[in-house]
Nanobody, 121 residues
Framework: QVQLVESGGGLVQPGGSLRLSCAAS????????MTWVRQAPGKGPEWVSS????????RYADSVKGRFAISRDNAKNTLYLQMNSLKPEDTALYYC??????????????WGQGTQVTVSS
């Protein structure tokens, strides 16, 4: 079974930084696209970023472009999201997900449990 465990969330002031991690198991991580998704209370899921299996192609939502950076370490089966210049509107539950492209997978079994990011002064 796909298992994805996010970590690194927390409370940060506007302008601050956080680095999220996602430990993956139960599938061949090095063969999979990976995606970060976020969801604020009362709102639908928002695609944040995706990365191809080799880690050399990345895509970002316009709302985070230039501030966030997705990366992966296939040897460690770990996905990362470096978040800089954080804004209050970045506040959300952040999920990593196994995907088949640069998009949110429909199957929630391919999502982790999420880690909370709160940006507030």
């Amino acid at each position: 079974q796909v298992q994805l465990v996010e970590s690194g969330g927390g409370l940060v002031q506007p302008g601050g930084s956080l680095r999220l991690s996602c430990a993956a198991s139960g599938f061949t991580f090095s063969n999979s696209y990976m995606t970060w998704v976020r969801q604020a209370p009362g709102k639908g899921p928002e695609w944040v970023s995706s990365i191809n299996s080799g880690g050399d192609v990345t895509r970002y939502a316009d709302s985070v472009k230039g501030r966030f950076a997705i990366s992966r370490d296939n040897a460690k089966n770990t996905l990362y999201l470096q978040m800089n210049s954080l804004k209050p509107e970045d506040t959300a539950l952040y999920y990593c997900a196994r995907s088949s492209g640069f998009f949110i997978p429909n199957d929630r079994n391919y999502w982790g449990q999420g880690t909370q990011v709160t940006v507030s002064s």
